[in-house]
């Protein structure tokens, strides 16, 4: 059974609150953290906004909020590599140390992979889906970024494709964690969502509710648990973080609930040296 984790337990440390995944954390392989929005300092744009992520404003915010939660959680922040995600479904794997400076080129992906122990990754989110992976025979790991154009392409299980094609992962031993995002509950979409999503062939069904004329509900964290354990992932090695980021607007950024940029929470991991 996944295990689900609530609004409750969230883990509250000096200024910053974040969400752990259980599991990833029993595995002794991994810092990691799902942040909030509290203790963040959106609105003021930080002059000393760290690594190539700092393209706007939000990000900026995100990333400075996040150098408070990695003196928590503990890594450098200065290891930290995000994408310029792109609601695309290419998969990025560093596989060399960073550069000296610690710094790396963004690159233009919804996935990001990587075996080096000197890298945290990232990724950004308001309303969509964040998802940790981890392999602990290979030590391997993995962020990924699904809003529905990458749930349509298969995102998430082509990042968990190219850790068994790249780094021998087998499906089954992966350790997942599915962060906050938009629920079914406020997750309205029309047609021009439904569409590609009908004509898709996939069994759209059973991540959608019809709600009135031309209006559906998507639950895109399920659609999302459903490529993965259709591409070997097993239920009982996944926490899922169960929490819709619009009901829970005050702890979290939502699209949805308040607009595009306002600010994005961060998501990220990095292998224990
Ligand atoms: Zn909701």
Redesign the pocket.
């Known amino acids: 059974m996944i295990q689900i984790v609530g609004r409750d337990d969230v883990v509250i440390s000096g200024d910053v609150a974040y969400f752990e995944a259980p599991r990833l954390k029993a595995l002794g392989l991994v810092n990691h953290a799902f942040c909030t929005r509290r203790g963040s300092v959106h609105g003021k744009p930080h002059p000393s906004a760290i690594l190539g992520g700092g393209r706007d404003q939000k990000r900026s915010c995100a990333l400075l909020h996040m150098e408070s939660v990695a003196n928590t959680v503990g890594f450098e922040p200065k290891r930290l590599v995000t994408m310029d995600q792109i609601h695309e479904d290419r998969v990025w794997i560093v596989d060399k140390p960073l550069p000296s400076s610690g710094r790396s080129a963004n690159c233009r992906s919804d996935a990001l992979l990587t075996d080096q122990r000197d890298i945290a990754i990232g990724v950004l989110t308001a309303d969509c889906v964040p998802i940790l992976l981890a392999d602990p025979n290979h030590a391997v790991i993995g962020a990924v970024h699904a809003g529905w154009r990458g749930t349509l392409l298969g995102i998430a299980r082509k990042a968990l494709h190219e850790m068994v094609r790249c780094f021998g992962t087998r499906p089954e031993d992966l350790v997942v964690a599915i962060g906050p995002s938009?629920?079914?509950?406020?997750?309205e979409v029309d047609e021009a969502v439904m569409g590609p999503l009908r004509s898709s062939g996939w069994n759209w069904q059973s991540f959608s509710r019809y709600k009135r004329k031309g209006k559906w509900h998507l639950d895109l964290a399920q659609a999302n648990i459903q490529q993965m354990r259709d591409a070997g992932m097993r239920d009982e090695r996944c926490s899922w973080i169960r929490i819709?980021?619009?009901?829970?607007n005050d702890i979290l950024f939502s699209y949805r609930a308040e607009g595009t940029g306002v600010g994005e929470q961060i998501s990220f991991m990095q292998l224990r040296g």
């Not at 819709?244 to 829970?248: E, F, K, M, R, S």
């Open positions: 938009i629920g079914e509950c406020c997750y819709c980021t619009a009901c829970n």
